[in-house]
């Protein structure tokens, strides 16, 4: 079967790193996405890993480790603005583009 | 250049009636997505269209559900006979193209509030 596993939450300060895991096991894996949604409005894409390794977008960056089925969104230098929900959507070779996405991870940041 | 645009933002509908949603890709995008989402939950896909097909419908209720993309005019769907249930924000995501394309970008979604 398919299952995709985040944190709920995560709590941290302004101006603290944060690291948001990903274990997905899926079939036809064909890369990592992230997306951002701030109070149930429009998600916004983040960053797309299609290769092992880093990709590093400003203060953003996502990792993939296609032989461990696990990826992660690290987030530094927080801000207020960071909190949102933060989800992982596997992009499947079969899937002509749409998402799966996991429940997602609540971020709180605090003064 | 506009976003995708989703009208109603909200919605409200008795039991028994249909809702409407419609979703205007963004401009050049061809490929259109619809997922649901339920309150503390992710978004679960429902179907993709591309203009005047249906691609995969996999994710949409086989009874009461179904949705279209028009040659002209924006896509549309369409849920009838509303249950308490079907209360969820949907959201609409385009793309250029399909397979290969790896950012989808999302409509600000539509609020159905079934009472």
């Known amino acids: 079967g398919q299952s995709l596993e985040q944190p709920s939450e995560v709590t941290a300060v302004e101006g603290a790193i944060v690291q948001i895991n990903c274990t997905y096991q899926?079939?036809?894996?064909?890369?990592l996405s992230w997306y951002q949604q701030h109070d149930g409005g429009a998600p916004t894409f983040l960053s797309y890993n299609g290769l092992d390794g880093l990709e590093e977008t400003g203060r953003f960056s996502s990792f993939l480790s296609r032989s461990d089925s696990y990826g992660y969104l690290l987030l530094q230098e927080l801000q207020m603005k960071d909190s949102a929900s933060y989800f992982c959507a596997p992009f499947l070779t079969d899937s002509w583009g749409k998402l799966q996405f996991g429940a997602g991870t609540q971020v709180v940041v605090t003064p | 250049n506009a976003g995708v645009m989703q009208n109603p933002r909200h919605l409200v509908r008795r039991r028994g009636q249909e809702a409407r949603l419609r979703c205007s890709p963004m401009k050049g995008h061809s490929h259109v997505y619809w997922y649901r989402q339920l309150p503390e939950e992710g978004l679960k896909f429902m179907v993709y269209?591309?203009?005047?097909?249906?691609?995969?419908e996999s994710g949409m209720p086989k009874e009461r559900f179904s949705a279209e993309f028009p040659k002209e005019g924006p896509s549309i769907l369409r849920i009838q006979q509303v249950v308490r249930g079907d209360s969820a924000a949907y959201f609409c995501?385009?793309?250029?193209?399909?397979?290969?394309?790896?950012?989808?970008?999302f409509g600000q979604g539509t609020r159905l509030t079934v009472v």
């Open positions: 269209l591309q203009k005047e097909n249906i691609i995969d």
């Open positions: 899926t079939s036809g894996f064909y890369g």
């Open positions: 995501a385009s793309s250029p193209s399909g397979a290969g394309n790896t950012e989808a970008f």
